[in-house]
């Protein structure tokens, strides 16, 4: 059972762009929801996170929006580089979960120059 | 600088062969994963270990068998048993919590193909 369900798997935006990556999920008692972004051949690393409490979260070009009632959640990257070409996954955690932390399937970003 | 290691990168093993793939930490972290990563499945749980000396099975542990016998280590051994074992396997840790939510560090990650 995919808790988390991410959308597309694949984009592709041109340099400049923006980039907007969709998670839903099931679980109300999820309270923390970052986000990992992976290159090729390497291991996830967060990017950015954050709590239902507030709706939105900007650090520099990214971006997450909240929206607790439909119980989704987004990344935007502003003005895309090619160098923010990766694989991003969204996730979703709860308290006391012991840092279990349940995946969405992964979006595969491509940025033209 | 602080890290996760895993080795090997890549590992080619015939059909019926177990192998064990190796995960060393230096952060001090108390927590220990193993995750499998598939084109378009995102990251599934195989195993955690929260203490030395204990784990527990994630959401995929069939065919799948860890040991934690020092903090800093937690290999995975990919049996015969496991039907499908051609995937990206991906080792993190992170500070052992029991509220809130932490961040993970992952591993570089191990490629396993099955001949």
């Known amino acids: 059972q995919q808790q988390v369900k991410q959308s597309p798997q694949s984009l592709i935006v041109q340099k400049g762009g923006i980039s907007i990556i969709n998670c839903a999920y099931e679980n109300t008692a999820f309270d923390y929801f970052p986000w990992y972004q992976q290159f090729p051949g390497k291991g996830p690393a967060l990017l950015i996170a954050i709590r239902p409490d507030v709706s939105e979260k900007k650090e520099g070009r990214f971006t997450i929006s909240f929206n607790k009632s439909a119980k989704q959640f987004s990344l935007h990257i502003m003005d895309s580089q090619p160098g923010d070409s990766a694989t991003y996954f969204c996730?979703?955690?709860?308290?006391?979960?012991?840092?279990?932390?349940?995946f969405g399937g992964g979006t595969r970003l491509m940025v033209k120059p | 600088d602080g890290g996760i290691t895993q080795s090997p990168k890549y590992l080619f093993r015939k059909e019926g062969q177990n192998v064990t793939l190796s995960c060393e930490q230096n952060?001090?972290?108390?927590?220990m994963y193993w995750y499998r990563q598939d084109p378009g499945q995102g990251l599934r749980l195989i195993y955690y270990s929260q203490i030395v000396n204990d784990f527990q099975k994630g959401d995929i542990a069939e065919g799948y068998s860890v040991s934690r016998e020092k903090k800093e280590s937690f290999p995975l051994t990919v049996t015969s048993a496991q039907k499908n074992p051609t995937a990206f396997y991906l080792c993190a840790s992170s500070i052992r919590q029991f509220s809130g939510a932490n961040v993970l560090t992952f591993g570089a990650g191990s490629r396993l193909t099955v001949l």
């Open positions: 952060l001090n972290h108390d927590a």
């Open positions: 996730a979703a955690t709860f308290n006391n979960a012991g840092n279990m932390l349940t």
